[in-house]
Structures are given as structure tokens and as C-alpha cells.
């Protein structure tokens, strides 16, 4: 499992985004679409990695495979 991996899962205030084995969320949204969304940001500005997303029921039911967002050495042309 990669260092930028984030889980969007389940939370008592909305759905919240999460660093594995991590206390504290990163954020914490009303919609999952929303919590989604910065997850993704977040992985991909840290170049990348996995976003697993938690239904309501608890079980994981997609994770995406998130690509670099901010490379350091961006190809020439």
C-alpha cells in the first residue's frame, strides 16, 4: 500500500477522507461525491496512488487507481 493512498468512508458528520491507519480525517464532506472528489485531488497532487470508497453499508465497493497530479519533472515537448 502506498504512502498516498486515501480511504473516503463512512463518518458520523457526512463522509470523510482518510490516510490509512490514520485517526483523524483529512476532511470531512455532506456528500461522498464531495469527499470523492478531494480525494482524488489529494492523491493525484501527491503523485498518485489509490482511492478505495466505502458504501454505506461499510464494505469497500470501488477503489481508482489515481495517476501523478503534480509532476516534479514533466516531460520535454
Known sequence: ?????????NHPDGWAVRKPHSERPSGVFDTQREAIDRAREIVGNNG???VRIQ???GHWRDSDTVPPGNDPFPPKG
Open 1 to 9: 500500500m502506498a504512502k498516498n493512498d486515501r480511504y473516503v468512508v
Open 48 to 50: 498518485g496512488g489509490e
Open 55 to 57: 458504501g454505506r453499508d
